[in-house]
């Protein structure tokens, strides 16, 4: 029995010992994933409102059978603190929010990369859910370029301008993408 606990003392000892290496590989690895060029927060109300009407569609205005009849395509989330349908861009995926940035995989059409052009769109008025929390709706923005290439790119985009200073987290709400994104800070 002696012999036992020694050799699970032993292998005890090689987990923990690999576990520290593991963290700072963690690490290193999310690190990596922030690096490069990182993209503003940019609040313009105008130009918002100007890219939202291509992909908000309100309830109240719209008949049924003017959405397109794919779930897929649309789906009912909020919009300035309203219900509304929202259109659905499939371009957005491997969300994850790492030291006050988005990072996301970012899949559209063009020739070149547009990672530099590429902005969240804002206008900074965030609004409060019935639980009390608060959300921002933000659009992700760049240039068009009509050549048909079809890329994908990993995008980092600047998450602090939207903190709210009465809370330790907010939800982002970014158009096109099927769910809200909380962001704590």
């Known amino acids: 029995m002696n012999t036992r606990y020694h050799y699970l003392l032993f292998l005890l000892l090689l987990l923990c010992i690999g576990c520290v290496p593991l963290q700072q590989q963690l690490a290193e690895s999310n690190a990596?994933?922030?690096?490069?060029f990182v993209g503003a927060w940019e609040i313009d109300e105008e130009k918002f409102n100007q890219q939202a009407t291509l992909v908000v569609y309100d309830r109240a205005t719209i008949s049924d059978d003017l959405l397109p009849g794919n779930k897929n395509i649309t789906y009912e989330s909020t919009f300035g603190g309203k219900l509304v349908y929202?259109?659905?861009?499939k371009c957005l995926s491997n969300l994850s929010v790492m030291e006050n940035k988005l990072v996301v995989t970012h899949t559209y059409g063009g020739g070149a990369s547009n990672r530099e052009l590429t902005v969240l769109l804002s206008n900074g008025k965030p609004y409060?859910?019935?639980?009390?929390e608060?959300?921002?709706d933000a659009i992700l923005h760049s240039p068009f370029d009509n050549r048909k290439a079809v890329l994908q790119e990993r995008k980092v985009l600047d998450l602090e301008p939207a903190q709210v200073k009465t809370a330790n987290f907010i939800w982002i709400n970014l158009l096109g993408y099927d769910?809200?994104?909380?962001?704590?800070?």
């Not at 990596?32 to 490069?36: L, N, R």
């Not at 929202?86 to 861009?89: A, G, K, Q, S």
């Not at 409060?128 to 009390?132: E, F, P």
């Not at 809200?180 to 800070?185: K, N």
Request: contains cysteine.
């Open 86 to 89: 929202i259109r659905n861009c």
């Open 32 to 36: 990596a994933k922030i690096e490069g």
């Open 179 to 185: 769910g809200l994104i909380r962001y704590d800070y």
């Open 134 to 136: 608060y959300i921002v």
């Open 128 to 132: 409060q859910n019935s639980k009390g």
